[in-house]
C-alpha cells in the first residue's frame, strides 16, 4: 500500500516559481515510479514529469521542459516539482503518483493509466 500526499501549491502570477511536495509512505520508497499529473476543468489527466527512484532518470513533455524539474529525496521519502517560468496554460490540480516496478529494469511511463496509487491533489493558479 502506497499513500501520497502532495503540498505546495497555490496562487501566483505569470511568470513566478512554485514547487510542489510529494511525500511518499511505503514499505520502501526504492523501487517505483513517481509521477506528477496535471488537470483542469473538462480536460484529460496529463503528465509533466516522472522520476525512477531507484534509477534516478527522469522524463518530462516538450510542454514544461526547461521550466519544470522533478527531484526526490530518499531520506525525506519525497518528491518535489520545481516549476519556473509559470504560464497562465499551467493552472491546473496537480496529482502525484506511484506505481510499484516490475523490475530494477522496467521503464517508468508518463501516462496516467499505469499508476494505481493517487494523492488527493494540489491546486496550482497562475495568473497573467
Known amino acids: 500500500q502506497v499513500q501520497l500526499v502532495e503540498s505546495g501549491g497555490g496562487s501566483v502570477q505569470a511568470g513566478g516559481s512554485l514547487k510542489l511536495s510529494c511525500v511518499v509512505s511505503?514499505?520502501?520508497?526504492?523501487?517505483?515510479?513517481i509521477g506528477w499529473f496535471r488537470q483542469s476543468p473538462g480536460k484529460e489527466r496529463d503528465g509533466v514529469a516522472r522520476?525512477?527512484?531507484?534509477?534516478?532518470?527522469?522524463s518530462s513533455p516538450d510542454s514544461v521542459k526547461g521550466r519544470f524539474t522533478i527531484s526526490q529525496d530518499s531520506a525525506k521519502n519525497t518528491v518535489y516539482l520545481q516549476m519556473n517560468s509559470l504560464k497562465p496554460e499551467d493552472t491546473a490540480m496537480y496529482y502525484c503518483a506511484a506505481k510499484a516496478k516490475p523490475s530494477v529494469a522496467a521503464y517508468c511511463q508518463l501516462s496516467a493509466e499505469d499508476y494505481n496509487y493517487w494523492g488527493q491533489g494540489t491546486q496550482v493558479t497562475v495568473s497573467s
Open positions: 522520476i525512477d527512484t531507484t534509477l534516478l532518470s527522469t
Open positions: 511505503s514499505v520502501t520508497f526504492l523501487g517505483k515510479c
